[in-house]
């Protein structure tokens, strides 16, 4: 038998959660990211007053075949997200944002087996 007693002062959090900013080619360009998406969202958070951001996936396209043209690697359309986000105050822990983002991978930013950086570049 476990027991747990908890007393004390609760504290609250204004929690944002964003997720899904992935572009696709034929409308968003070539970074793998909606940019444009991310920065709006961002700056809502942080007017909204958001203390921290949980981002469950999918912020990039990813590396898949049916991209066309061939999309940038995982990593660089990676940070273009981080940057679009951080350009509105959400930022990584340590990296200055006035509100911190705490990002999770998601299928699409596991998409990179399909194409290799060297088979993107011969392309």
Not at 64 to 72: E, G, L, M, T
Not at 91 to 105: C, K, Q
């Amino acid at each position: 038998m476990i027991l747990v007693l908890c007393s004390g002062e609760t504290q609250t959090y204004k929690v944002a959660v964003i997720c899904d900013t992935r572009s696709d080619a034929n409308h968003s360009g070539t970074s793998g990211v909606n940019v444009s998406a991310v920065k709006a969202i961002c700056s809502h958070l942080k007017k909204s007053g958001a203390e921290f951001v949980i981002a469950p996936g999918d912020f990039i396209c990813g590396n898949v075949k049916w991209y066309k043209p061939h999309p940038q690697s995982n990593h660089v359309q990676y940070q273009v997200f981080l940057e679009a986000a951080k350009s509105q105050g959400v930022a990584l822990p340590g990296n200055d944002g006035e509100v911190t983002l705490y990002p999770v991978r998601g299928n699409h930013e596991c998409y990179q087996a399909f194409l290799t950086e060297d088979s993107i570049d011969a392309a």
